[in-house]
């Protein structure tokens, strides 16, 4: 199993940035799915997740979650940023049983290596 994020970068307060996550190895339509962020000196945390039936939870701030089960991708749309958003930023994914709920709480078994987010104010 492999997951690939890209589209992290640079952008100035207020712009716009869409990660992306290119999942191989596993059934994507099966899993949990999730955004997690750490910025230096602090704890990883959720930013959003998906569940396999499209159910979403833990959406922080101006962050849309989405997925493209044909392409095994997940992605992340993040709108005015701020320089507090600054972060590298993983994607995530947990196999679901169809009676399991979705979370940043999600038993993850698979990891990507992060993207970097940087917003300058």
């Known amino acids: 199993v492999q997951l690939v994020e890209s589209g992290g970068g640079s952008v100035q307060a207020g712009g716009s940035l869409r990660l992306s996550c290119a999942a191989s190895?596993?059934?994507?339509?099966?899993?949990?799915l999730a955004w997690f962020h750490q910025a230096p000196g602090k704890e990883r945390e959720g930013v959003a997740s998906i569940g396999y039936d499209e159910s979403i939870s833990s959406v922080k701030g101006r962050n849309t979650i989405s997925k493209d089960n044909a392409k095994n991708t997940l992605y992340l749309q993040m709108n005015s940023l701020k320089p507090e958003d600054t972060a590298m930023y993983y994607c995530?994914?947990?196999?679901?049983?169809?009676?399991?709920?979705?979370?940043?709480?999600?038993?993850?078994?698979?990891w990507g290596q992060g993207t970097q987010v940087t917003v300058s104010s």
């Open positions: 995530a994914a947990g196999f679901q049983q169809w009676w399991q709920r979705c979370s940043g709480s999600s038993d993850f078994a698979y």
């Open positions: 190895g596993l059934t994507f339509s099966n899993y949990c």
